[in-house]
Nanobody, 127 residues
Framework: QVQLVESGGGLVQAGGSLRLSCAAS?????????????MSWFRQAPGKEREFVAA????????GYGDSVEGRFTISRDNGKNTVYLQKNRLKAEDTAVYYC???????????????WGQGTQVTVSS
């Protein structure tokens, strides 16, 4: 089955940077490939709804960002490594959340449209 494994979370100070990684495997078992999948990042803080962070199409030619992170975060992918990245700069305390990697078939900000999810990685930004 498809597995998405996030890594790179941790504790950082406000204004600092962090890079998250999402390693994908098992897409071919479902008749799909990582290189042709839309990949996204979502986050969820305690007491809040799941929030769209960023998305990238299969080729990397199209990216999109949530309003709260645009200009600070950058999503990228390496299809040769089956890995998606989220570079996070100028971090704020409000960026504290569990970050989830997701895969799907269409570019969308709606989390219910994604087919595969990682277990999440905690990011905590201290003041």
């Amino acid at each position: 089955q498809v597995q998405l494994v996030e890594s790179g979370g941790g504790l950082v100070q406000a204004g600092g940077s962090l890079r998250l990684s999402c390693a994908a495997s098992g897409f071919t078992s479902s008749g799909r490939t990582f290189s042709r999948s839309v990949m996204s990042w979502f986050r969820q803080a305690p007491g809040k709804e799941r929030e769209f962070v960023a998305a990238i199409n299969w080729s990397g030619s199209t990216t999109g960002y949530g309003d709260s992170v645009e200009g600070r975060f950058t999503i990228s992918r390496d299809n040769g490594k089956n890995t998606v990245y989220l570079q996070k700069n100028r971090l704020k305390a409000e960026d504290t959340a569990v970050y989830y990697c997701a895969g799907g078939r269409v570019v969308t900000t709606n989390w219910v449209s994604y087919d595969y999810w990682g277990q999440g990685t905690q990011v905590t930004v201290s003041s």
